[in-house]
């Protein structure tokens, strides 16, 4: 009998549940950052998801997402950065020297402090990628520098203040352009033909892979998903609305996830980041210039590196000696809980920034709740570990 199945409706025949169960790398953590956001929510009595408290999320984890971005193509090609706490410190600490002692314009300060950041990344990089020196060690050689070089620079002393405008790459807000204030009818509509966008989008997606017959998941699990996707986006906006309207570093962050995302799904020079980390030696057999690659991903990682620097540095309005320390340790626990896998050629964008919620509502959450950060750290760990188990187990059982 002649099979009557239109293309990419196969897994339509399965349930949603069994369909979850053969995609718990993709879903697994969405559900967990659901789970946490739920119980934070319930134990702290409705503080998690209060309007400034929300806020504050974005502010203290903006530097982890931002750099999340960067270490996800580093760890997809099979690699590590180890320093990018300590370079995020030493650009915080150059901003301050041009800015504050120098006096600068921020719109000077700015584009050299990232070029500072890529020419790091690409100082590390050289090694890592044409030299063939381990990354673990050129990076680890780098935490160690540039920590030095943050204490040098700043006479172990804090520069600051900053002005306004420096400070606004952090604390600013979008103002409201229909001028109502509270609630912020500008963060309504963004964040409202946000959502629309989105939906559209994967409505876009799944029409044309149901064109080339690629298999998809079921309707039900598809209109599900986006619709507590588009639904937690506007109910952001709405709280943020009634507080002080979007920040300026959540629209610079979404303005990269939205990049990144575009980059690592739909670009030729993606797909080979990952191809390289899947399959080094199949890969440059197949005309992959890898060396290159691995150059260029450390060169973005400076970059972002940077930008975070200025970022944290603009938020503390101060460069201090310790800044930036433990950072690669979050970065990196966000991309492993985010579904990256330790072997290189497995990570998505959506998956870094879900990992990377994970780990700030967690910390916000004991924060409220007033765990101390010896319980933190060690609930922390233990949630890294069991990702990253949870990756070895999906492994052997696909394998």
């Keep these: 009998m002649a099979n009557t199945t239109e293309p990419g409706t196969a897994p339509a025949r399965k349930g949603v549940l069994a369909y979850l169960g053969s995609h718990l790398r993709e879903y697994g953590m969405l559900l967990a950052l659901l789970a946490i956001m739920i119980f934070f929510q319930i134990v702290t009595g409705g503080t998690l998801l209060k309007p400034v408290n929300i806020t504050n999320l974005f502010l203290q984890n903006s530097y982890i997402i931002i750099m999340a971005l960067g270490m996800l193509l580093v760890i997809v090609a099979g690699h590590i950065d180890l320093s990018v706490g300590s370079v995020a410190a030493f650009v915080g600490a150059i901003s301050a020297v041009l800015t504050v002692n120098v006096g600068l314009p ?17 100082a590390q ?50 103002p409201d352009l229909f001028g109502v204030d509270k609630p912020n009818v500008t963060a309504i509509v963004l964040v409202a033909a946000a959502a629309a966008a989105l939906v559209w989008l994967a409505v876009r997606a799944r029409q044309r892979n149901a064109a080339y017959g690629i298999q998809q998941e079921p309707t039900a699990m598809f209109w599900i998903r986006n619709a507590v996707i588009a639904g937690a986006l506007v109910f952001v906006g709405v709280q943020l609305a009634y507080f002080r309207g979007l920040p300026n570093v959540l629209i610079i962050m979404s303005i990269l996830i939205v990049a990144y995302a575009f980059f690592t799904e739909s670009t030729v020079m993606g797909r080979r980041i990952y191809a390289i980390g899947g399959n080094l030696k199949a890969s440059r057999l197949s005309g992959i210039n890898a060396d290159r690659l ?23 309005n101060s460069a201090t000696p310790k800044a930036g320390v433990g950072f690669e340790l979050d970065v990196i626990a966000a991309v492993f809980i985010g579904g990256a896998s330790m072997s290189g050629g497995v990570g998505k964008i959506v998956g870094v920034v879900v990992g990377a ?26 949630v890294l570990l069991a990702a990253v188990i949870f990756d070895v187990y999906n492994k052997s059982k696909q394998g």
């Design 106 to 122: 921020v719109i000077v300060v700015i584009p050299l402090c990232i070029v500072a950041g890529m020419l790091i990344g690409a």
């Design 125 to 174: 990089g050289y090694w890592i990628a044409y030299w063939r020196i381990p990354s673990f060690i050129v990076t680890l050689a780098g935490m160690l520098v540039f920590r030095g070089l943050t204490l040098w620079l700043l006479g172990g002393q804090n520069i600051g203040p900053f002005p306004k405008s420096f400070q606004s790459l952090s604390t600013g807000f979008i």
């Design 294 to 316: 691995t150059f260029l991903a450390f060169v973005n990682m400076g970059a972002l590196a940077a930008l975070a620097g200025m970022i944290v540095t603009a938020r503390l």
């Design 357 to 382: 919620f994970i780990m700030g509502v967690m910390n916000n959450g004991m924060s409220i709740m007033g765990i101390g950060i010896d319980y933190q750290q060690v609930i922390k760990g233990l």
